[in-house]
Nanobody, 120 residues
Framework: QVQLVESGGGLVQPGGSLRLSCAAS????????MAWFRRAPGKERELVAG???????NYADSVKGRFTISRDNAKNMVYLQMNSLKPEDTAVYYC??????????????WGQGTQVTVSS
């Protein structure tokens, strides 16, 4: 079984920075796309940033220029550097990946989420 575990969330003041990390572990054969989603209370889940295995990226308009997604294929990790944080960035952030393991074809996996709170 493959697992995704996020870390790096917490409380930060407006204008501050956080770096989220997501580690994939288990019987991994390959990892295709990886992404960060978020869900604020009472709102729909939204894509924050995505990255292909080759490194092509895309961002939500609301975070473009402030957030940077990156990955380390050797470590099976994906990161989200968040700068110039705003209160509206407050949400639970989820790691997502399309993975093939030793027993299944390409399937999607989700982490449990990490809370990011931006408040003065």
């Amino acid at each position: 079984q493959v697992q995704l575990v996020e870390s790096g969330g917490g409380l930060v003041q407006p204008g501050g920075s956080l770096r989220l990390s997501c580690a994939a572990s288990g019987s991994i054969v390959g990892i295709n796309d990886m992404a960060w989603f978020r869900r604020a209370p009472g709102k729909e889940r939204e894509l924050v940033a995505g990255i292909t295995r080759a490194g092509s990226t895309n961002y939500a308009d609301s975070v473009k220029g402030r957030f940077t997604i990156s990955r380390d294929n050797a470590k099976n990790m994906v990161y989200l550097q968040m700068n110039s944080l705003k209160p509206e960035d407050t949400a639970v952030y989820y790691c997502y990946a399309i993975i093939i393991d030793s027993s299944r074809p390409w399937v999607n996996y989700w982490g449990q989420g990490t809370q990011v709170t931006v408040s003065s």
